[in-house]
């Protein structure tokens, strides 16, 4: 049971090339979600999805696409990266409390965080 | 707008010291409120959480108090020890599928 498990740990891309940060969950969780880690700033929401073929915005989406074929995977897109996407970004799974009709972002199970560098 | 707002930003405790850290928020809709421990390197986990319905929640050295009236809740970890240095996170979210709002963390170092 490997839990939520991301790639790549680290990468460094130039200004203006692509790339897809992957996520995968064993846990058949019906919720993902992407966040970024900067210092001072906390982790802020990037996209989630709360089943395949649902996504939905967060609080920082610009410059990064997703999309939710499968319950498992949620890849993250930089279409064209930029310095200001420097970043640690996780991945996020999550399964209902049960004790609370319709939610299904409470109990999170992070990845261990794929390192961004944009020269 | 930052919903929550947590602090101090960092912390240093002695060890056997109690670390308190504090969280507010204004949305009251919030009813969900769980806190998360982030070691260097590794993803967040959860650590404890609570509902509003209850003021105190206690799991081994670690509390949560919450305050409804003032929107408010913390922290405790009493004894604190070196291995509880981490960052920490509250966050809040809604009923629905809404996703969990966080705080900018707190950086706790115990030194001995």
């Known amino acids: 049971n490997a839990g939520v498990t991301q790639t790549p740990k680290f990468q460094v891309l130039k200004t203006g090339q692509s790339m897809t940060l992957q996520c995968a969950q064993d846990?058949?969780?019906?919720?993902m979600s992407w966040y970024r880690q900067d210092p001072g700033m906390g982790l802020r929401l990037i996209h989630y999805?709360?089943?395949?073929?649902?996504?939905d915005q967060g609080e920082v989406p610009n410059g990064y696409n997703v999309s939710r074929s499968t319950t498992e995977d949620f890849p993250l897109r930089l279409l064209s990266a930029a310095p200001s996407q420097t970043s640690v970004y996780f991945c996020?799974?999550?399964?209902?409390?049960?004790?609370?009709?319709?939610?299904?972002?409470?109990?999170?199970?992070f990845g261990a965080g794929s390192r961004l560098t944009v020269l | 707008q930052q919903q929550v707002k947590q602090s101090p930003q960092s912390l240093i405790v002695q060890k056997g010291g109690i670390s308190i850290i504090n969280c507010a928020y204004e949305?009251?809709?919030?009813?969900?409120f769980p806190w998360y421990q982030q070691f260097p390197g590794k993803g967040p986990a959860l650590l404890i959480a609570?509902?509003?319905?209850?003021s105190e929640k206690k799991e081994g050295r670690f509390t949560i108090s919450f305050n409804k009236s003032a929107k408010q809740f913390s922290l405790h970890i009493m004894d604190s020890q070196p291995g509880d240095s981490a960052t920490y996170f509250c966050?809040?979210?809604?009923?629905?599928?809404?996703?969990?709002?966080f705080g900018k963390g707190t950086r706790l170092s115990v030194i001995a």
């Open positions: 846990m058949n969780h019906e919720y």
């Open positions: 609570i509902r509003p319905d209850v």
């Open positions: 966050a809040a979210s809604t009923a629905g599928n809404t996703p969990l709002v």
């Open positions: 999805s709360v089943g395949a073929g649902i996504t």
């Open positions: 949305n009251t809709a919030f009813d969900y």
């Open positions: 996020a799974s999550s399964y209902d409390l049960g004790d609370r009709r319709g939610s299904g972002a409470n109990v999170l199970t």
